[in-house]
């Protein structure tokens, strides 16, 4: 039997649309935890008005879960206690998202121990199912929802995911523990796939839909589907955010978010500010992330934004070979001057001091 569903209002936060920062593991320039600068990301993305977290994900860096780092757990309960502490003084809640990775043995592993922790919910990646068939990857993520409440997560093949096709969606979405999906093939097509699927299995108004596609950000926020199923037509809108994007920036990001959920009020002078403001937050992606060399370089690009505004002191990463490519540090520096309205760094250094404290 399925566990219960998270509660009402987490449910209502999720549906409502909110900003998810996927959470960086900060490391000091020895390749030591960094507690300190890790507790202070936790405290900045709460108070820059995150509604949620996402942590033992991505840009988290998988490999936190190797037994010579045996980072998975540490990471994951300092994030639960501090998002605690901020949604206590900030008097509102934080929804909590836990990675879930590998066969389903781990899988599961993962899920008791976020469920354990007191995570809300858990974000399934299937990077590890390269193989398998549909039928076996359903039947993957029907066991783990049965330990917890599951976010799809559809991760671009460039940083390790796997296609994954309409019919997958469609069955996915009827599984009744999916609350979620995050969509992140970086591929409108691909992206229109999980939208068709989730309206298909009848749950448009059940699972909640988060852009991923940091290349495409404001432009998923903005879009309504409008997808035909049998004689009824459904609208679709993604909601909200989990991305490694906001996980700098992320004050800025809260403020884009609302600007994208009031667009039906606006103007179409002020609809057409939001498409320019989409093509100016997607350059700056593109040197986060490292476009221009196949996305190598995105964990220590989210890195080098966070260490000039103090939040971290080292790009390091776990991989050694996890580094700024060449030419990285010079589009940082190109889009920070090119974009000074989207940086969030005043808001940073007035309280840098009260998060590392």
């Not at 043995?105 to 549909?134: C, H, M, N, R, W």
């Not at 040197?287 to 890195?303: K, L, M, Q, S, T």
Request: glycine fraction near 8%; aromatic fraction near 8%; charged fraction near 25%.
């Amino acid at each position: 039997m399925a566990n219960p569903m998270p509660s009402d209002t987490v449910l209502d936060l999720l549906h409502a649309g909110v900003v998810i920062p996927a959470h960086p593991l900060a490391l000091t320039a020895e390749g030591a935890f960094d507690e300190q600068h890790q507790r202070a990301l936790t405290r900045y993305y709460c108070a820059a008005g995150a509604g949620g977290l996402a942590v033992g994900v991505h840009t988290t860096q998988f490999e936190i879960r190797k037994p010579e780092h045996g980072l998975f757990k540490p990471v994951l309960e300092l994030a639960k206690e501090t998002a605690d502490a901020c949604a206590e003084s900030l008097d509102r809640p934080i929804v909590l998202v836990g990675g879930i990775c590998g066969k389903t043995p781990q899988a599961l592993d993962e899920a008791a121990f976020l469920k354990e922790t007191g995570y809300d919910i858990g974000l399934l990646s299937l990077a590890a199912l390269k193989e398998e068939t549909v039928d076996e990857l359903i039947a993957h993520c029907k066991a783990v929802a049965e330990a917890m409440p599951i976010m799809g997560f559809y991760l671009q093949p460039a940083v390790g995911g796997r296609l994954l096709s309409v019919d997958f969606w469609r069955r996915f979405a009827e599984i009744e523990n999916v609350v979620a999906i995050k969509i992140a093939p970086f591929n409108r097509y691909q992206t229109l796939d999980v939208i068709r699927g989730v309206a298909e299995a009848g749950r448009a108004e059940d699972i909640a839909l988060y852009t991923g596609n940091d290349d495409n950000i404001i432009v998923d926020l903005l879009t309504p589907y409008y997808i035909r199923v049998g004689d009824e037509t459904i609208e679709l809108r993604i909601v909200g955010g989990l991305l490694g994007h906001w996980a700098c920036w992320t004050r800025a990001a809260v403020e884009q978010l609302d600007e994208c959920q009031s667009i039906g009020e606006m103007s179409p002078d002020i609809v057409e500010d939001a498409l320019a403001l989409a093509v100016d937050v997607t350059d700056c992606n593109a040197a986060f992330f490292d476009v221009a060399n196949a996305f190598a370089g995105c964990i220590p690009g989210i890195h080098e934004v966070l260490v000039r505004q103090g939040l971290m002191t080292s790009t390091r990463c776990l991989n050694p070979d996890e580094v700024l490519s060449p030419g990285q540090r010079e589009e940082i520096d190109r889009v920070y001057q090119a974009y000074p309205y989207l940086n969030d760094d005043t808001f940073v250094e007035e309280h840098l001091d009260e998060w590392l404290a």
